[in-house]
């Protein structure tokens, strides 16, 4: 079987604040149609290391292709095109509080593409019934829910067709069954339309049920621990911490059952 | 101990030195992406967000109509009641109106009206990009592509450039008949005198100085509430924090900027 295209491409990648490098010496890829997740305890720069895969700051040192283009080395159209090919959802949905879910939606549409308002309109409204939120689409992010909120998050997110989709927690917050419902969302964006999809996540429920891949993140040695399947990794990993992350309690039964229909 | 005491002196002077100065660069890269957003703008109007302007328009202009007349009607009414009653010790009373509009249009006016909007706007804009910063709505704008500050920025200060002036105009309007109550009760001069005193006084220039004026006022309150906003802290201290001082930094550059002003103007004649 033909392995997919690499979407990202991290060569010895320093991220940090200040000159001060929070994580060293980062090398790793994400493929199509894979779903990757990054994993570590508070604090070790899990959202440090996202917030520089979206190009949100410059890394102090390294590399970040997506899609073969540098990230960092691109400005202007360049860039801007290139962000356009991906996705990305908040941990608080990062709404648009003065504008309806539908405005929120529509908002990459209008600025990025030529169509008339009625299509933009039909085409956000498509997405907004994919997440199950077409009945409220008139409705301000402060009049729905937490869940809703991280939904209507990620029909924006999905409204271009992005090719990479990034979360920054998408559980967290939520309770257990409508996090698995986000989950199995997810699942189902991945399948559908093949993109990669990278997030960042403390629930093993997700980790479990729908990441193909993690990297596991460590403060002490600030860089990669380890990498692989964490369901391999759960019970035969070398790494003391990686076995005690992955095998916390609360697994519930309706998720070891979600795994194994997703298999 | 003395050694270290310089140790720390000296690190304390150049780490403020150093923040100063990345402060003054971030503030020019911002006014840098301002003059940008404004171009790009301009090149194609299209990308801005008229609904935007609107709703600025409307809280920054209509929605101050009524605390501009009130302040102003006060301030015109209690300008006259004082000069009114040193005047009277000399027979001159009657220059209470040429007083009155001369002071109010040139400088008190648009002055008056640009504290009020420093107050009411510029800490509303940088409260809600602070807010908006915390909530992480700034990263999503910036990973959609979109550039914040033609996003956020320039409905605001067109907003503004277009309401200031206008409230002044108001503000002017009604500070002139605080001046006239005043007159009326307390020195029991007749309207029409002192309308017509007025309208003497009234020549266009000083008009239009006056009402220029908060045009440049309105672009600085704007700058300073939004960069304030985007240089916020992420969490509930910082927003507070950047919104008090949009406030004292926006009410600072209007004094300084109309004290610039005044100087100019008198050297050109006016």
Known sequence: METPEKVIEVTGLAVGYGGRAILEDMNFEVRRGEIFGILGGSGCGKSTLLKHLIGLYRPLSGDIRIFGEALNGSGGKARRNLMRRFGVTYQGGALFGSMTLLENVMLPLEEFTALSAAERAEKAMAKLGMVGLTDFADYLPAEISGGMTKRAGLARALVLDPELLFFDEPSAGLDPITSAGLDKLILNLRDQSRAAIVMVTHELESIFSIVDRVIVLDRGTRGIIETGDPRVMRSHSGNDFVREFLNRDGMTREHYEYHGEKE | ?270
């Not at chain 2, 911002?30 to 940008?36: A, L, N, P, R």
């Not at chain 2, 299209?46 to 302007?53: A, E, F, N």
């Not at chain 2, 007749?190 to 020549?203: E, G, K, N």
């Open chain 2, 1 to 270: 101990m003395v050694r270290n005491k310089v140790k720390d002196f000296v690190t304390g002077v150049g780490r403020g030195t150093y923040d100063e100065v990345s402060g003054a660069v971030n503030r020019i890269g911002f006014v840098g992406d301002v003059v940008s957003a404004v171009a790009e703008v301009v090149v194609s109007p299209r990308k801005l967000r008229w609904r935007d302007v609107l709703y600025y328009l409307d809280l920054c202009g209509r929605k101050s109509v009524p605390i501009v007349a009130a302040i102003c009607f006060l301030m015109g009414a209690i300008v006259a009641f004082q000069s009114a009653f040193q005047m009277r010790k000399y027979g001159a009373e009657l220059y209470v109106a040429d007083l009155l509009a001369f002071s109010l249009l040139k400088e008190l006016g648009p002055l008056m009206v640009a504290v009020i909007a420093t107050g009411r706007a510029g800490s509303s804009f940088a409260a809600e990009i602070g807010t908006m910063k915390v909530d992480e709505e700034i990263n999503a704008l910036e990973t959609m592509g979109i550039k914040p500050v033609r996003f956020l920025v320039i409905p605001k200060l067109l907003a503004m450039m277009v309401s200031l002036p206008l409230l002044t105009v108001i503000g002017d309007v009604v500070g002139i008949l605080g001046g006239l109550t005043v007159a009326q009760v307390y020195l029991g001069m007749p309207a029409s005198t002192y309308m017509a005193r007025t309208i003497d006084v009234l020549v266009p220039s000083v008009f239009c100085m006056g009402v220029l004026k908060t045009v440049f006022f309105a672009i600085c309150i704007t700058l300073i509430g939004c960069h304030c906003g985007f240089a916020a802290g992420t969490d509930a201290q910082g927003v507070g924090r950047a919104t008090t001082r949009a406030v004292v930094s926006g009410i600072f550059a209007v004094v300084l900027g109309d004290a610039v002003l005044t100087l100019i103007y008198m050297a050109w004649g006016y």
